[in-house]
């Protein structure tokens, strides 16, 4: 009995050390190039502004500036609460990009993607060149 129980103990510790090991690890944040990529919408929760972001040049950087950057899990998140700028990327052939999709940057260094917020731990998002697309809507 008692080395049943000193199993069922190993296995729940090395499962909990699995799962803080899989949360504390460092991830990718996108991982698209630019001729994979046909539009990149961002919607300001401020203002109500959208951007639609089609020229090469401009997808380029974006996509540059997100595969540069590797995020940290830091929190559970409700999906009820507000944001600053929502981000959806189209493929070429007109289906959204899987795995980071729809997901919410609200500074330079944190970004939400329910039910997680992340936080940047290497490269920095160009939050002020995202937020200033969005205003250039006339």
Known sequence: MKRK???????????????AVWYAAPIDFVDLQ?????EIVIFNGNTGR??????KAQLAHILQNFNA????RS???????GFNLRVTI????????DGW???IVNSENRIRKDPFSYTVVSGKLDYDALERLTEQIS
């Open 34 to 38: 630019p001729d994979e990529v046909k």
């Open 90 to 97: 189209y493929l070429t052939d007109g289906n959204e990009a």
């Open 5 to 19: 129980l000193m199993i069922a103990a190993m296995v729940v510790l090395l499962f909990l050390t699995g799962v």
């Open 75 to 81: 929190e559970f998140v409700s999906s009820g609460s």
């Open 101 to 103: 999709n729809n997901f």
């Open 69 to 72: 950057v590797k995020l940290k």
């Open 50 to 55: 959208a951007a639609h972001i089609t020229e």
